[in-house]
């Protein structure tokens, strides 16, 4: 078994290589898994009811990737209906779904459940073209399901900054945590039982051995203070030599 340190060493070169640790690479492949139906049967049994009653946010986790150019930043805030007044650059303001707390900090979003985009790249992002209001033009309306496109995984399961993929995750971890605990439970009762049988079984054969030396002192008790003579060890070597011969 891998000490305390070993460990640590080996997170934090996981964190170097990734950017992400273990926990957070299980989560976003729960996310995947979720996301695409292929759960695992354990994970199936422990969400359960989850599985029905939070359709929309477990089935669709996130949006596929949109790279969004330059132009089309430029493109949306000229055409945009409140962005101009609020920002003093050009970017994308994207309503998210997430009914939760942001947990990030510093996008530069002045709204709640809104998130910015200032510079071009693959976002995961839905795009809907919406005509304007008394005009035939028409104008892009960016969604997100997540803050940052993807489920944020709360690691200490708060209320505050949760979503319902986190929460989900946290349950599963929850049953694999009790399976865990009753395998070592039981693997624990089958030591305890080997013990006990090899305790007991050691405890009769030292029972025999005392038994067995307090009938060797008895017997010795009783020839005690007896000296056998040259005429008595004659006469049993004698008996002993005849009942050989007798036998063949």
Known sequence: MRSKANRRKSELKLWKRTGFDKQKIKFYGFVYRLHNGCLKDHEIKALGYRLRDENTWLKYCYDPL???????????????????NDYPFNCIEVWVSDP?????????????????????????????????AKSNTMRTKYNMKHYKGMPYFNRHNDRCYNNYVSRAFHVVLKYYKEMREGILAEKQAIKDRKEDTYNRLKNKRIMQNIMERERNKERASRVR????????????????????????
């Open 66 to 84: 949109v790279y969004i150019s330059k132009e089309d930043i430029d493109r949306h805030f000229k055409n945009t209906l409140w962005e101009k």
């Open 100 to 132: 939760f707390s942001c947990p990030y900090s510093g996008h530069g979003a002045v709204r709640n459940r809104a998130w910015v985009i200032k510079k071009p790249g693959y976002y995961r992002v839905s795009v809907q073209l919406i005509k304007k």
């Open 225 to 248: 203070g007896i000296t056998p003579t040259r005429e008595t060890v004659a006469f049993f070597q004698a008996l002993a030599v005849g009942s050989v011969i007798s036998e063949k």
